[in-house]
Structures are given as structure tokens and as C-alpha cells.
């Protein structure tokens, strides 16, 4: 049973990063851990700031962040949810929020997270309604991308090794090692290429540079080898170029979905990107 008096919570959170600096709180920028926290303070004045899963870059979205906060437990997980969302801008929106145990993490406890893209590749798919949802790759016509041809160069990046090459900066502690699960393109019902990767972690700006450079490879603007010799010869250095290979650039912000976190309980919320894929119910309960 959790302290009468405090109380450790989690909750899943929705946000569309459009009008955002990211996740992490900046000086005089307005982040989404920000507009958290100050909703918090407003309802409970106690808490103790929040942690989440993982820093999503301004102008990526979220349908699965996961975060955790300790708070006088003064109101049930129900009432506390309604409270916050009435308190949050409407970019912001908490589906789920429970009880934790006290050692729960919502970053070191996960063991898997789950990203998402979107592009258009053909002029019949581009519209300015979706331009902060959707990579648009072309205005015009435009021969479309075979999302089978995209899974099979994708391949190449599953597995375990070093993505130095597909990360703006390193991170010292943790090195560049990451284990890649799952890397597949499919067609959305609307025909908008649709990636989705899944793996133990990812680096900064790593799937935005892997989606580019995919289908860069995919319609010939690099070569497959160019992407074996990138994922083979980077090392632990992202600041060290493979030699003779053109750096790789990263895809816009606005088409990337943090899409769910794995924990030893289960995925916080199935696949899908609301809106386009997917409903945006939880795979638990809402309110534990």
C-alpha cells in the first residue's frame, strides 16, 4: 500500500511537440517537462519534479512518454489525472496515471522503447494540414518508395553494434552501443510510409538520422554500401567521420512519434501513432 503521506506516481503522457523546445526543461524556453511541472506545482505545491524515459528533441511528438513524480498522496490516481489535464495546455494530455513503487524509474526500468515516422513521398500525399506531423519527401509527383525495398535495407541496422555514425553527439558514460529489435516500413491506409523501430535505447537524434539515410539509400541518393560502412566503421566516436563516406543528415523533428516504453510489466501503450494509426487507449488500465 503506498504512504498515506507521500506517494510515488506514474503516468503516460501525450504530447504534440510542435510549439516545444523538446522534453527537458530550459532556461526561458517552453518545454513539455515544464508545462508538467508547472500544472504539478499549481495542484500539488509539494512535488518533487519529474523523470521520464527519454528527452524527445523540439518538435518530436510523444503518444508514449512515460514519466514519474513523488507528491503528497492526497488525491486518488483518478482525481489527480482529471486535475492535471484540466490544468495543462491542450498540446499536453495524460491518458494514464497510478501508482509506482517507490524504486520505479521510467527511464533505467525500461527495456525497450518504441519510435515512429512519417513521410509522404508522392506530391498526391503533401498538404499544409499535415506539415508538422509529416516529413513531406515530395511537393510534386513523384515516383513513390517501395516500403518492402525500405524493410530489407533496414535490416542491415538490426542487431546489437555502435551508432556513432547516426548520433549528433555521444554519450560518454553509456557509449554508442545499441541494440536494434525491430527496423520495418509499411504503408499507413492513407499511403503514407510508415517506419518503426524498436530497440533498448536510442542515441540523440539517431532515428532521425537513420530514416534519412534509408531512403536516401532506397532511391539511390547514397549507396548500400555507403550504410554498411557507417554502421561498421564508426566506432565510439560520433565526432569521427567514416572516411570517404558523406555524413549522414538527420529527417525533420516533426515526423518522429516517441510511440510506447517497455518495462518488465509490458509496453505502456500499444503501437500507433493517434491520428494516423492506432487509438490512443493504453494497454492498462488508465487510472490504477
Given at each position: 500500500?503506498?504512504?498515506?503521506?507521500?506517494?510515488?506516481?506514474?503516468?503516460?503522457?501525450?504530447y504534440?511537440?510542435?510549439?516545444?523546445?523538446?522534453?527537458?526543461?530550459?532556461?526561458?524556453?517552453?518545454?513539455?517537462?515544464?508545462?508538467?511541472?508547472?500544472?504539478?506545482?499549481?495542484?500539488?505545491?509539494?512535488?518533487?519534479?519529474?523523470?521520464?524515459?527519454?528527452?524527445?528533441?523540439?518538435?518530436?511528438?510523444?503518444?508514449?512518454?512515460?514519466?514519474?513524480?513523488?507528491?503528497?498522496?492526497?488525491?486518488?490516481?483518478?482525481?489527480?489525472?482529471r486535475?492535471?489535464?484540466?490544468?495543462?495546455?491542450?498540446?499536453?494530455?495524460?491518458?494514464?496515471?497510478?501508482?509506482?513503487?517507490?524504486?520505479?524509474?521510467?527511464?533505467?526500468?525500461?527495456?525497450?522503447?518504441?519510435?515512429?515516422?512519417?513521410?509522404s513521398?508522392?506530391?498526391?500525399?503533401?498538404?499544409?494540414?499535415?506539415?508538422?506531423?509529416?516529413?513531406?519527401?515530395?511537393?510534386?509527383?513523384?515516383?513513390?518508395?517501395?516500403?518492402?525495398?525500405?524493410?530489407?535495407?533496414?535490416l542491415?541496422?538490426?542487431?546489437?553494434?555502435?551508432?556513432?555514425?547516426?548520433?549528433?553527439?555521444?554519450?560518454?558514460?553509456?557509449?554508442?552501443?545499441?541494440?536494434?529489435?525491430?527496423?520495418?516500413?509499411?504503408?499507413?491506409p492513407?499511403?503514407?510510409?510508415?517506419?518503426?523501430?524498436?530497440?533498448?535505447?536510442?542515441?540523440?537524434?539517431?532515428v532521425?538520422?537513420?530514416?534519412?539515410?534509408?531512403?536516401?539509400?532506397?532511391t539511390?541518393?547514397?549507396?548500400?554500401?555507403?550504410?554498411?560502412?557507417?554502421?561498421?566503421?564508426?566506432?565510439?566516436?560520433?565526432?569521427?567521420?567514416?572516411?570517404?563516406?558523406?555524413?549522414?543528415?538527420?529527417?525533420?523533428?516533426?515526423?518522429?512519434?516517441?510511440?510506447?516504453?517497455?518495462?518488465?510489466?509490458?509496453?505502456?501503450?500499444?503501437?500507433g501513432?493517434?491520428?494516423f494509426?492506432?487509438?490512443?487507449?493504453?494497454?492498462?488500465?488508465?487510472?490504477?
Amino acid at each position: 500500500m503506498p504512504d498515506l503521506e507521500h506517494a510515488r506516481f506514474r503516468a503516460t503522457i501525450q504530447y504534440d511537440g510542435t510549439a516545444f523546445r523538446g522534453w527537458q526543461l530550459q532556461p526561458d524556453e517552453r518545454t513539455v517537462q515544464g508545462v508538467v511541472e508547472d500544472a504539478l506545482s499549481r495542484l500539488l505545491p509539494t512535488h518533487q519534479g519529474t523523470t521520464a524515459a527519454g528527452r524527445t528533441d523540439g518538435g518530436v511528438h510523444a503518444a508514449g512518454q512515460e514519466i514519474a513524480f513523488e507528491a503528497p498522496d492526497v488525491r486518488q490516481p483518478k482525481e489527480l489525472r482529471r486535475g492535471l489535464n484540466a490544468l495543462l495546455p491542450e498540446d499536453v494530455w495524460i491518458p494514464r496515471l497510478g501508482y509506482a513503487e517507490e524504486s520505479f524509474h521510467p527511464r533505467f526500468d525500461a527495456i525497450a522503447r518504441r519510435y515512429e515516422y512519417l513521410a509522404s513521398d508522392t506530391g498526391d500525399l503533401t498538404s499544409p494540414l499535415i506539415r508538422d506531423r509529416v516529413w513531406q519527401l515530395a511537393r510534386n509527383d513523384a515516383e513513390p518508395v517501395e516500403a518492402e525495398h525500405l524493410s530489407e535495407i533496414s535490416l542491415s541496422v538490426v542487431g546489437r553494434g555502435s551508432f556513432a555514425a547516426f548520433s549528433k553527439a555521444g554519450q560518454p558514460k553509456r557509449g554508442t552501443m545499441c541494440e536494434v529489435r525491430q527496423a520495418i516500413w509499411s504503408r499507413t491506409p492513407a499511403g503514407l510510409l510508415h517506419f518503426t523501430i524498436v530497440a533498448d535505447r536510442f542515441l540523440h537524434r539517431m532515428v532521425r538520422y537513420l530514416v534519412a539515410t534509408l531512403i536516401e539509400v532506397a532511391t539511390g541518393r547514397r549507396g548500400r554500401d555507403e550504410l554498411e560502412r557507417l554502421l561498421a566503421e564508426a566506432g565510439e566516436d560520433p565526432s569521427r567521420p567514416v572516411e570517404g563516406v558523406r555524413p549522414p543528415v538527420p529527417a525533420p523533428a516533426w515526423g518522429l512519434y516517441l510511440t510506447g516504453v517497455r518495462y518488465a510489466d509490458g509496453w505502456n501503450r500499444p503501437p500507433g501513432i493517434p491520428g494516423f494509426l492506432g487509438a490512443t487507449r493504453t494497454s492498462r488500465a488508465q487510472d490504477d
